[in-house]
């Protein structure tokens, strides 16, 4: 089986997970530029992540046979220091074109304030202009208004809903994001949230159009084989 896990942070992971999810059929990654935990202080630093984002990280991935794709974007959480959003903004047009590049991402909402508000539709009105997908982070507090207020921004832009994947979402969500034509995505958790078990009854009742697993694994407690796991529980639920 050929899987590809379309949203993990692997500059956070090491070879061994590169390993593992080679030797589980992962054959293909979506890295999604976001936060670092530690925030930056400096519009360097988000210069040197995305160039490793397309220099780097998809040398290391090649080590191992698999493809590397990456999102640019400036996330939520960070674009609440707007001195330095200002900046991180401008760097963007740099590296869209880049070669591994295929959407702009993650984007979206974490406290869902005004300066987050301000560079989420930035950066929407960027995925439109260049006509690439845009990624979406929903808020883990307020989750479900946060989903619909999200979408709603995206339609407010003229964004075409089938180029919007919609990420993290629950049972809650779901039907929701289906019901207006964009893309759910769920994030598998090892522990907490979004659970593999749950997501199979997810697809039992809802199908498998328009939906995407990943694993979102980064610096946290996390699972680089989530999407694989998942993908071998669905088959046994048959
Ligand atoms: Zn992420």
Not at 55 to 67: L, N, V
Not at 170 to 176: R, Y
């Amino acid at each position: 089986m050929m899987i590809i896990d379309p949203h993990v942070h692997m500059t956070s992971r090491t070879t061994d997970d590169y390993e593992a999810m080679a030797a589980a059929g992962v054959v293909a990654i979506i890295e999604p530029s976001f936060w670092l935990g530690q925030p930056r202080t400096q519009v360097g630093s988000f210069q040197d992540y995305y160039s490793s984002l397309v220099g780097w990280e998809p040398f290391r991935a090649s080590q191992f046979g698999i493809h590397h794709y990456c999102t640019i974007g400036l996330n939520s959480k960070e674009a609440n220091n707007e001195a330095l959003a200002e900046q991180v903004i401008e760097l963007l047009p740099l590296y869209v074109h880049k070669e591994n590049v295929v959407a702009i991402g993650e984007i979206g909402y974490d406290d869902q304030t005004l300066a987050e508000d301000k560079y989420f539709r930035m950066q929407l009105e960027l995925a439109k202009e260049l006509n690439i997908p845009a990624q979406i982070h929903t808020p883990h507090r307020d989750k479900k208004s946060g989903t619909i207020k999200s979408m709603e921004v995206c339609l407010e832009h003229g964004l075409d809903p089938g180029m919007v994947v919609i990420d993290h979402n629950n049972e809650e969500t779901v039907k929701d994001v289906l019901d207006r034509g964009f893309w759910a995505a769920f994030t598998i958790y090892p522990k907490t949230k979004m659970g593999n078990e749950r997501m199979v009854e997810v697809v039992r009742n809802f199908g498998s159009d328009r939906i995407i697993v990943d694993s979102s694994a980064d610096w946290g407690v996390s699972d680089p084989l989530a999407v694989p796991k998942t993908a071998s529980l669905m088959l046994k639920r048959e």
